[in-house]
C-alpha cells in the first residue's frame, strides 16, 4: 500500500527553487470597524480584562481570609457596572454610527429601486395619456395664439 507523500517546498512553488515570502497579504473577509466603534472597542476589552483580573484577586483574597477581600469584592461590583457599560456602548456607538454614516442594508435598498422603477412607470403613463388628450397637433385649441 504505497502513502501519501506531503508535498515538499519545490513542489508548493510549482517547481521553483528560491526563497518564499514570509508574508502573504491575503484580501480582508470584512471590512474594518469605523474608528470611533473600534476605539469603544478596545476601551470595553480593556475594561472588562481588568474588570476580570479583579474578580480573580479578589476570589483568591477571600479564599485566604486576606483583609482586602472585602475592598476589592466591592470595587469589584463597581467595575462590573464599568464594563457593563463599556460593552453597551461598543452597541450604542456602533447603531449610532449606523445612522449617520447612511449603511444602507440590502433589502431597503432593493425596495427602493423598486419604488423608483414604479414611480418611472407611472409618470411615463401620465406623460403618455396627456399626449393623447392634447390631440393630433400636440395641443389644445384651433392653433390660434389665444381663445378670445
Same mark, same amino acid.
Given at each position: ?7 515538499? +517546498? ?25 474608528? +470611533? ?7 470595553? %476589552? ?20 486576606? @483583609?482586602?477581600?472585602? +475592598?476589592? %469584592? ?6 462590573? %457596572? ?8 461598543? @452597541?450604542?456607538?456602533?447603531? %449610532? ?38 390631440? +393630433? ?12
Amino acid at each position: 500500500m504505497k502513502t501519501q507523500e506531503r508535498p515538499g +517546498p519545490a513542489d508548493r512553488d510549482g517547481g521553483q527553487e528560491g526563497p518564499r515570502p514570509l508574508w502573504v497579504e491575503e484580501p480582508a473577509v470584512r471590512w474594518r470597524l469605523p474608528d +470611533p466603534v473600534r476605539t469603544s472597542a478596545v476601551r470595553a %476589552v480593556i475594561i472588562v480584562s481588568l474588570t476580570l483580573t479583579q474578580a480573580m484577586v479578589a476570589f483568591l483574597c477571600t479564599l485566604a481570609g486576606s @483583609w482586602l477581600a472585602f +475592598p476589592m %469584592v466591592l470595587s469589584t461590583v463597581a467595575s462590573t %457596572v464599568a464594563s457593563t457599560w463599556g460593552v453597551l456602548d461598543v @452597541w450604542i456607538t456602533r447603531q %449610532v454610527w449606523n445612522q449617520r454614516m447612511g449603511v444602507v442594508s440590502v433589502p431597503s435598498s432593493t425596495a427602493r429601486q423598486l419604488r423608483r422603477e414604479r414611480r418611472r412607470a407611472r409618470r411615463a403613463a401620465r406623460k403618455d395619456e396627456r399626449i393623447r388628450d392634447r390631440g +393630433p397637433r400636440g395641443h389644445r385649441g384651433s392653433g390660434r395664439l389665444s381663445q378670445a
